[in-house]
């Protein structure tokens, strides 16, 4: 296992040379402000700032479109379930009844959430993530958290590619997924392998870490600096969002 982590090419953007103590300090009142909003046009708003700071950032188009339908289809049922279930005015097709106000509602928690969406992209997508956990760290975020967090993106990609080795392996010994007795335990075999495997690595690990001094604290190596170009969008953010949250609620 490499300590070496490794990201995404950062385009070259007002955001990516934004601290990312402050990005980090507006994004996060600002999802907490979209999070909590309740009518259509202020979560309208909300979205389309999302996409103007993503279009700011000059992010590829087909990491965000992939991405951002994540999100949408996470928020897919409220779409459907909603118009349905809620009484009011709407539209009868045939025995279906869609009221005017679940559709509102569905679409709201659809903007919502692509809202949400676009700005976890902005932080993933404007620097490093060891960038942003240190980030963290400088904001007084316990250290424990800012390691396992760490460690959990880390091994996200440790136990996907250990899984497309056991997915190799099996396909090259005839095994077809298939949804009978054989199958299911096969299936059952593969993931308590693979939670083993991840077992002992993260044995090994931890026996690595120590040998190497570590002693639970977080350190860093990234330097941090404060300017009045950080400053600025910072409370533009906020106020952007707090002027959004008092528009929904008045």
Same mark, same amino acid.
């Given at each position: 296992?490499?300590?070496?982590?490794?990201?995404?090419?950062?385009?070259?953007?007002?955001?990516?040379?934004?601290?990312?103590?402050?990005?980090?300090?507006?994004?996060?009142?600002?999802?907490? @402000?979209? %999070?909590? /909003?309740? &009518?259509?046009?202020?979560? !309208?708003?909300? +979205?389309?700032?999302?996409?103007? *700071?993503?279009? #700011?950032?000059?992010?590829?188009?087909?990491?965000?479109?992939?991405?951002?339908?994540?999100?949408?289809?996470?928020?897919?049922?409220?779409?459907?379930?909603?118009?349905?279930?809620?009484?009011?005015?709407?539209?009868?097709?045939?025995?279906?009844?869609?009221?005017?106000?679940?559709?509102?509602?569905?679409?709201?928690?659809?903007?919502?959430?692509?809202?949400?969406?676009?700005?976890?992209?902005?932080?993933? @997508?404007? %620097?490093? /993530?060891? &960038?942003?956990?240190?980030? !963290?760290?400088? +904001?007084?975020?316990?250290?424990? *958290?800012?390691? #396992?967090?760490?460690?959990?993106?880390?091994?996200?990609?440790?136990?996907?590619?250990?899984?497309?080795?056991?997915?190799?392996?099996?396909?090259?010994?005839?095994?077809?997924?298939?949804?009978?007795?054989?199958?299911?335990?096969?299936?059952?075999?593969?993931?308590?392998?693979?939670?083993?495997?991840?077992?002992?690595?993260?044995?090994?690990?931890?026996?690595?870490?120590?040998?190497?001094?570590?002693?639970?604290?977080?350190?860093? /190596?990234?330097?941090?600096?404060?300017? !009045?170009?950080?400053?600025?969008?910072?409370?533009? *953010?906020?106020?952007?969002?707090?002027?959004?949250?008092?528009?929904?609620?008045?």
């Amino acid at each position: 296992m490499t300590l070496a982590f490794r990201h995404r090419p950062i385009p070259d953007s007002p955001l990516a040379r934004w601290d990312a103590r402050w990005k980090l300090a507006a994004v996060a009142p600002a999802v907490c @402000g979209i %999070a909590v /909003l309740d &009518h259509l046009a202020p979560v !309208a708003v909300a +979205l389309a700032l999302g996409l103007f *700071l993503l279009a #700011l950032a000059r992010l590829p188009g087909a990491w965000v479109r992939g991405r951002l339908a994540l999100f949408a289809f996470a928020a897919l049922p409220f779409v459907i379930v909603l118009p349905a279930t809620l009484d009011g005015a709407g539209w009868d097709i045939g025995p279906l009844h869609v009221s005017e106000r679940g559709t509102v509602a569905g679409l709201a928690v659809l903007c919502r959430g692509l809202a949400v969406g676009c700005f976890a992209l902005l932080l993933l @997508g404007t %620097a490093p /993530l060891h &960038h942003t956990v240190s980030a !963290a760290h400088k +904001l007084k975020v316990p250290g424990l *958290l800012v390691q #396992l967090t760490l460690l959990t993106y880390r091994y996200a990609f440790l136990l996907a590619e250990e899984m497309r080795r056991l997915r190799v392996a099996m396909r090259t010994r005839g095994f077809r997924a298939a949804p009978t007795r054989h199958g299911y335990r096969a299936l059952g075999h593969a993931t308590g392998a693979l939670l083993v495997r991840g077992s002992d690595r993260a044995d090994s690990v931890s026996a690595a870490m120590r040998c190497r001094g570590f002693d639970g604290r977080f350190h860093t /190596l990234t330097a941090f600096r404060t300017r !009045a170009a950080d400053i600025i969008p910072f409370v533009a *953010l906020v106020a952007a969002a707090g002027a959004l949250v008092l528009w929904d609620r008045w």
